[in-house]
C-alpha cells in the first residue's frame, strides 16, 4: 500500500474517531439534561402530589366538621376545595412518567368521586382511610422513583465528566499514535537513507537500506540503490579511465623518451620549454630557471637557415605556430658557439585546448646529419662515377668518330654498325652530362658566370648547334626577334645548353616539313623571354605539371625517336631559375607546344639588334 | 706542324693523336710533365698540348716551368681539360698559354680547335 494512502487511512481512521467520540459526547450530554428535566418534573409532581394530598385532607377536615355538626365549612368553600382538587388530579398525571403511577391516580381518584358522591350517613371515613392509604402507597412510590432519578442525574453528570475529561486524554493519545505512526513508516526510512547518502559521500558503498517495499519508500530506496550501484559503476569507469590514461602516458613518456627525434613542447603563455625529451636536451641542452640564464642559455648556439640565412627560432616558430600554421619537414641549421653544425629537419605543429586556443606547441627535430652525410656522398660518389666513365667514353666515341670519317668499312652494313655505336656512346655521354649536371645543381655545386651577351649571340650558337638535327628531321628552323630587344645577364654556355635542350625536344617531336620556331621578346618587369613553338602532337593538360621533373618522359609515338635521359627539362627549369628566370609551358594537343623561358636583361649593355 | 702532347691515359692518348694526326699534326706524345720538360729540347714542337691532370707533374706545373724558361717560353701551350671554368681558363692565360680545349674533346673537331687558338695567340 502506499504511504500516502496509509497516511490517508490512518488520518481518517483518527478524524472519524473524533467524529464518534464527539458524538458520544453529544449522545452523553443528551441525556443527562433529559435526566436533568426528569428531576424537574419530578419535583414539580411532588409539589403537585403535596398539593393533592393537602387538597385531600382540607376535603375531609371540612366533609368530617359537616358531619359531626360542627362550625360548618361553607358549602361554598367546600365546592371551591373539590374544584381545586379536580384541577390538580387532573393537571397531576401530566408530571407523571409512568402508565401504572397514572392508573394509581386514576383508582384514587375514583375513590375521591366516590366518596364526595357517598350519601349523607354512609361510611365515608373508612372510605377516606382507603383513600388516604392509598395516597401513602402512591406518594411513598413515587418519592422513592424520586431517589431513583436523582441516582439517575448524578450518574450521567459523572459520566458526562468523566468523556469531557477522557475525550481529550484519547485524542492526544491519538494524535500521539499518529505522530509514532509517521515517524515509523516515513521518518525512520528517511533518516536511514540520509545515513547512508553520507556514507556514500565518504566514500563507503556498504551501507543498510529500508527493504524495498512496495510504496513510495520503496521506490525511494529502489531509486537510491539504482544511484548507488551508478554511482560505484561511474567510480569504477573513472579508475579504469585513469588507469589507462596513466598507462597511455607511460607509453606516451617512455615513446618520446626512446625516439631518436628530439621533441620540445613549448608553452604559448610562457614562452618556455613544458617538455623536452632526451634527444632534445642533448641538442639544445636544458632549459635553466631564471630570465637570465635563460637568455644566455639561448644565445649559446645560433640556428641559420640551411642557406646560412639566421633565424630567430621563437620568432619563427611562435609567429607561424600560434597563427595555427603547421611545419612539415623544414630544414635549420644550429650553430653551437664550440663550433658544431647540426643539420635539423623541423617539424613543427601548434597544440590546442578544447576550446580551439593555442595554447602552445609541438615541435620534432631531427638530426640529418648522417643524411647530410649520404647526401655528400651521393653526389661524390655520382660525380667520381661520371667522371670515370666519361673518359673511357670519349675514347670510344673518338675511335669510333675516326673510324667512320675515314670509311675504313667495306661493307655499308659496317658502317652502319659503326654509326649505331657513335649514336649510342654519343647518348650515354649526353646521359652522363646531365646526371652531372643534375647533381652538380642538387648539391649546390653548379657555379654560374653570368655576364652581359647579346640576344644573336645566344641564339647564334644554339641553332648552329642543332641545325644537323633540324636537317635531319626535315624540318625548319625560324627564328623571330623582335626589335631593340635588350640583351641578356646569363651565363653563355648555360643559356645556349637551356635553347639547345628545348629546341632538341621541338625538332625531336616536329613532324617532318613543319616549322620550329624561336622567338624573342621582351617580358614584364626586365626579363627578356626565349620561345620554342613546335606543331606536335602536344602535351596533354594532366601531363604538363611533370615536365619539369626529374626522369619524367612523356609516352607517345615519338618515344623511341625521342629518347633521352629524362632529365633535359629539370636541369633547364633548374638553370633558368639559378639565372632568375622562369620555365613555363603551352600546349594544345594537336597543335603543338610553347616552352618559354624568361632570363633577365643586362640594362648596361646595348643589344647588337 | 709538330705538336707535343702530353696525356697520361693512353686511349685518350691515342684518340687525341690520331685525330690531330688527321687534321694535318705531326704529334709527338709523352705521358706526363716530366717527359714533356725532358723532350722539348729534342723535338722543338709548335705547340703543346698538356692535360691538365697528369701524374708526377701536372699540367700547371709543367705550363710555368715551360713558361719560366726562356727556351721554352715561347712555344704556345694548349690545356686539355675537364674543368673548362672560367676561373681555370683564367688561370691557364695568365700562366702564359694560348686556351684550354674541354675533355672530352670531340675528335673531329680537336684539329680545328687547336689550330683556332694558335691563330689567336
Same mark, same amino acid.
Given at each position: ?212 517495499s512496495n510504496d513510495e519508500l520503496g521506490d525511494l530506496s529502489r531509486a537510491f ?194 654509326? +649505331? =655505336?657513335? #649514336?649510342? $656512346?654519343? &647518348?650515354?655521354?649526353? !646521359?652522363?652530362? @646531365?646526371? %652531372? ?90 626579363? +627578356? =623571354?626565349? #620561345?620554342? $613553338?613546335? &606543331?606536335?602532337?602536344? !602535351?596533354?593538360? @594532366?601531363? %604538363? ?65 | ?83 673548362v671554368q672560367e676561373a681555370e681558363v683564367a688561370r691557364a692565360i695568365a700562366l ?26
Amino acid at each position: 500500500m502506499k504511504i500516502r494512502t496509509r497516511i490517508f487511512a490512518v488520518v481518517g481512521l483518527v478524524i472519524a474517531a473524533a467524529f464518534l467520540q464527539a458524538l458520544i459526547v453529544v449522545n452523553v450530554e443528551e441525556r443527562r439534561s433529559a435526566a436533568a428535566a426528569a428531576l424537574d418534573r419530578a419535583i414539580w409532581r411532588l409539589q403537585s402530589q403535596a398539593d393533592l394530598g393537602r387538597l385531600i385532607v382540607e376535603l375531609d377536615a371540612s366533609q368530617r366538621a359537616a358531619d359531626a355538626g360542627g362550625p360548618a365549612v361553607p358549602p361554598a368553600e367546600r365546592d371551591r376545595f373539590w374544584a381545586l382538587y379536580e384541577r390538580s388530579a387532573a393537571l397531576l398525571p401530566e408530571y407523571l412518567d409512568t402508565p401504572e403511577s397514572k392508573r394509581q391516580l386514576a383508582a384514587i381518584d375514583a375513590l375521591m368521586r366516590e366518596w364526595r358522591a357517598a350519601p349523607a350517613g354512609s361510611d365515608r371515613a373508612a372510605l377516606m382511610g382507603r383513600i388516604r392509604g392509598e395516597f401513602d402507597r402512591f406518594e411513598t412510590r413515587e418519592r422513592s422513583r424520586l431517589g431513583d432519578e436523582r441516582i439517575k442525574v448524578s450518574s450521567q453528570s459523572l459520566q458526562s465528566t468523566l468523556l469531557t475529561l477522557g475525550i481529550p486524554a484519547v485524542a492526544i493519545i491519538m494524535l500521539l499514535g499518529l505522530v509514532a505512526f509517521v515517524a515509523r513508516i516515513l521518518l525512520d526510512p528517511l533518516k536511514s537513507i540520509s545515513t547512508s547518502a553520507r556514507r556514500i559521500s565518504a566514500g563507503t558503498f556498504d551501507v543498510s537500506l529500508p527493504p524495498e517495499s512496495n510504496d513510495e519508500l520503496g521506490d525511494l530506496s529502489r531509486a537510491f540503490r539504482e544511484m548507488i550501484t551508478a554511482v560505484q559503476r561511474r567510480q569504477q569507469e573513472v579508475t579504469e579511465a585513469r588507469i589507462k590514461a596513466e598507462r597511455d602516458h607511460r607509453r606516451l613518456q617512455a615513446t618520446i623518451e626512446t625516439v631518436p627525434v628530439a621533441l620540445v613542447i613549448v608553452d604559448a603563455d610562457t614562452g618556455r620549454i613544458a617538455l623536452q625529451n632526451r634527444t632534445a636536451a642533448a641538442l639544445i641542452g636544458q632549459e635553466p630557471e631564471g630570465e637570465a640564464a635563460r637568455q644566455a642559455h639561448w644565445r649559446a648556439f645560433s640556428v641559420t637557415t640551411r642557406d646560412g640565412a639566421p633565424v630567430d627560432v621563437r620568432a619563427w616558430g611562435a609567429g607561424r605556430l600560434l597563427q595555427g600554421q603547421t611545419i612539415m619537414g623544414e630544414e635549420l641549421v644550429v650553430k653551437h658557439a664550440d663550433g658544431r653544425e647540426i643539420p635539423l629537419l623541423v617539424s613543427a605543429a601548434p597544440l590546442r585546448e578544447d576550446d580551439g586556443r593555442i595554447s602552445g606547441a609541438v615541435a620534432a627535430f631531427q638530426d640529418i646529419t648522417s643524411l647530410y652525410e649520404v647526401d655528400r656522398l651521393k653526389s661524390e660518389f655520382v660525380s667520381i662515377v661520371s667522371h670515370e666513365l666519361r673518359t673511357p667514353l670519349t675514347s670510344i666515341k673518338g675511335a669510333l668518330q675516326l673510324l667512320i670519317e675515314d670509311q675504313v668499312a667495306s661493307d655499308p652494313d659496317h658502317t652502319m654498325l659503326l654509326n +649505331v =655505336a657513335l #649514336s649510342n $656512346t654519343e &647518348r650515354l655521354v649526353r !646521359i652522363i652530362n @646531365d646526371i %652531372l649536371d643534375i647533381s652538380k645543381i642538387e648539391a649546390g655545386k653548379l657555379e654560374l658566370n653570368a655576364r652581359p651577351h647579346a640576344v644573336d649571340e645566344v641564339v647564334r650558337q644554339s641553332l648552329q648547334n642543332v641545325e644537323p638535327i633540324a636537317h635531319g628531321a626535315l624540318v625548319a628552323l625560324k627564328l623571330e626577334i623582335e626589335p631593340a630587344v635588350p640583351a641578356v645577364r646569363v651565363d653563355l654556355d648555360r643559356a645556349i645548353q637551356v635553347l639547345v635542350n628545348l629546341l632538341s625536344n621541338a625538332l625531336k617531336v616536329a613532324p617532318p616539313r613543319s616549322d620550329v620556331t624561336l622567338s624573342v621578346r621582351r617580358a614584364a618587369d626586365g626579363f +627578356v =623571354a626565349f #620561345s620554342v $613553338t613546335d &606543331r606536335g602532337k602536344g !602535351i596533354a593538360p @594532366d601531363k %604538363l605539371g611533370l615536365l619539369f621533373q626529374k626522369f619524367q618522359q612523356l609516352d607517345g609515338a615519338n618515344t623511341r625517336k625521342a629518347r633521352g635521359t629524362g632529365l633535359g627539362l629539370a636541369i633547364v627549369k633548374a638553370l633558368v631559375e639559378m639565372q632568375g628566370g622562369q620555365v613555363s609551358v603551352e600546349s594544345t594537343v594537336g597543335h603543338g607546344s610553347t616552352f618559354t623561358v624568361t632570363v633577365p636583361a643586362a640594362r648596361t649593355v646595348a643589344s647588337s639588334q | 706542324m709538330k705538336l707535343l702532347l702530353a696525356e697520361d691515359e693512353p686511349d685518350v692518348q691515342l684518340i687525341a693523336r690520331l685525330a690531330l694526326k688527321k687534321a694535318g699534326f705531326t704529334v709527338v706524345t709523352v705521358g706526363n710533365g716530366v717527359e714533356v720538360l725532358q723532350r722539348v729540347a729534342d723535338e722543338r714542337p709548335d705547340a703543346i698540348l698538356l692535360d691538365w691532370m697528369m701524374p708526377d707533374m701536372d699540367g700547371y706545373e709543367t705550363c710555368r716551368r715551360l713558361k719560366a724558361d726562356p727556351a721554352t717560353a715561347a712555344i704556345p701551350v694548349i690545356f686539355l681539360t675537364a674543368r673548362v671554368q672560367e676561373a681555370e681558363v683564367a688561370r691557364a692565360i695568365a700562366l702564359g698559354a694560348a686556351g684550354c680545349i674541354g675533355k672530352p674533346f670531340d675528335a673531329l673537331t680537336l684539329g680545328t680547335q687547336v689550330l683556332e687558338l694558335l691563330q689567336r695567340t
